[in-house]
């Protein structure tokens, strides 16, 4: 239990720092492009275009927190095999706070007061999820349910990637809680994946679980960057973590035999319902970035004009 935590800390701190960095080489790719006069960087609804999202991708920020989300998924991955995965999935999505702390000093960004008290919502949840927690489930399941998390996979990450395409600048949220439902597919994935323990390497290339979890994290991080690159870096990292968290939980309790300590049950939702509730007043509560101060906002307004 204690490794697993400690994974669950150390994959959520390289997440909200990857967040971070990433949202800096998105706006300061977004600068470069309204300051030539781009035209190429938005679509038709005024969304950020696969061209301005692929240059935001190669600043050296970005890079790095790309390399920073690597590790944080392997580590993830580790503790979703070691923790409940109402537990660790919410652990890592504690990501939030990192983000929302290393917001303020790298992108300028003020917390209201609002916020502050979202994020203390999200810390106390935490405490009462790892105080609840029992044992982890086995993962053991037909076949059956290995080919329909392929199957939603791939619905809702093209489905979502379509509709946050049509959405345009309006798709922030959507975006960033369709990147959180792809990295909750990942964690279930784990969760069930053949030919891990032991080994067998024909057993894992034939897992439809594997090709579940390459698309889900390949469009979630796309759609991840999307929403780092037209909305708040706290709103759409607040509405990736409902996504993370909400449905692999249910899941993990319902057909993975994740479960809480004897009496503890009633703690367990709690926390669980407090640490959502915590996620979703982040993102209702924050303001734009450009609204954070004057260097922030001045950096915001190229922004705006290149992503509409």
Not at 20 to 33: F, I, N, P, Y
Not at 40 to 68: D, I, Y
Not at 197 to 226: E, Q
């Amino acid at each position: 239990m204690i490794i697993g935590l400690l994974t669950a800390v150390a994959a959520s701190a390289c997440y909200g720092t990857g967040s971070v960095l990433q949202a800096v080489g998105s706006r300061k790719s977004a600068r470069r492009e309204a300051a030539a006069a781009s035209t190429s960087g938005t679509t038709q609804h005024g969304g950020p275009s696969l061209s301005s999202t692929a240059k935001a991708a190669v600043t050296w920020e970005f890079m790095v927190g790309s390399v920073l989300d690597f590790i944080g998924f392997g580590l993830g991955a580790l503790a979703a095999r070691l923790l409940p995965l109402f537990l660790s999935q919410t652990v890592i999505s504690a990501n939030l706070i990192v983000t929302a702390l290393l917001s303020i000093k790298l992108l300028g960004i003020r917390l209201t007061r609002r916020e502050w008290a979202s994020i203390a919502v999200v810390c106390s949840a935490l405490v009462l999820l790892a105080t609840a927690a029992g044992h982890e489930g086995s993962g053991e399941t037909a076949m059956s349910t290995h080919w329909w998390l392929l199957i939603i996979s791939v619905v809702l990450m093209a489905g979502g990637t379509v509709a946050v395409r049509l959405l345009g600048s309006k798709a922030a949220i959507l975006a960033g809680l369709l990147s959180g439902l792809g990295f909750g597919a990942i964690g279930v994935g784990v969760r069930i994946l053949n030919g891990i323990n032991p080994f067998d390497l024909s057993a894992l290339v034939t897992d439809p679980a594997v090709y579940a979890i390459l698309i889900s994290g390949a469009v979630g991080m796309y759609l991840h960057t999307v929403a780092l690159q037209i909305g708040s870096v706290n709103g759409a990292t607040a509405a990736l973590v409902v996504g993370e968290t909400v449905l692999p939980g249910i899941i993990g309790v319902l057909w993975l035999g994740d479960a809480s300590r004897d009496g503890f049950a009633w703690v367990a939702i709690l926390g669980f319902l407090l640490a959502v509730a915590g996620a979703v007043a982040v993102a209702w509560f924050g303001e734009p970035d450009g609204h954070a101060g004057a260097p922030a906002a001045e950096a915001k307004e190229p922004e705006r004009a290149a992503v509409g």
